[in-house]
Nanobody
């Protein structure tokens, strides 16, 4: 079991930046692949970014590639999502997810945080 708590969401103007954090507790953090997903208003939850257990491999959806950066600090049991050049289409509830299988698909993750709202104004 692992518990995930996201933080760092908020309201930002277009072109601005935010950094989301996801603190994990429970079983060994380094056993899990981590991912960030988001659910825009009225849409399905979608993959944003993922990171391997060691943190050496990262991958992104096309919509955020080059603007968002996922990273992890295993000593702090925390994964981050640095979001730059935000635009209104990035408005969503952002979720952190963990699983030993984790990839880019929702059903590859068994553990989820409660989500944090990100709103980008134009």
């Amino acid at each position: 079991q692992v518990q995930l708590v996201e933080s760092g969401g908020g309201l930002v103007q277009a072109g601005g930046s935010l950094r989301l954090s996801c603190a994990a507790s429970g079983r060994t953090f380094s056993s899990y692949r981590m991912g960030w997903f988001r659910r825009p208003p009225g849409k399905e939850r979608e993959f944003v970014a993922g990171i391997s257990r060691s943190g050496s491999r990262t991958y992104y959806s096309d919509s955020v590639k080059g603007r968002f950066t996922i990273s992890s600090d295993n000593a702090k049991n925390t994964v981050y999502l640095q979001m730059n050049s935000l635009n209104p289409e990035d408005t969503a509830v952002y979720y952190c997810a963990a699983d030993p299988r984790g990839g880019s698909l929702l059903d590859e993750y068994d553990y989820w945080g409660q989500g944090t709202q990100v709103t980008v104004s134009s």
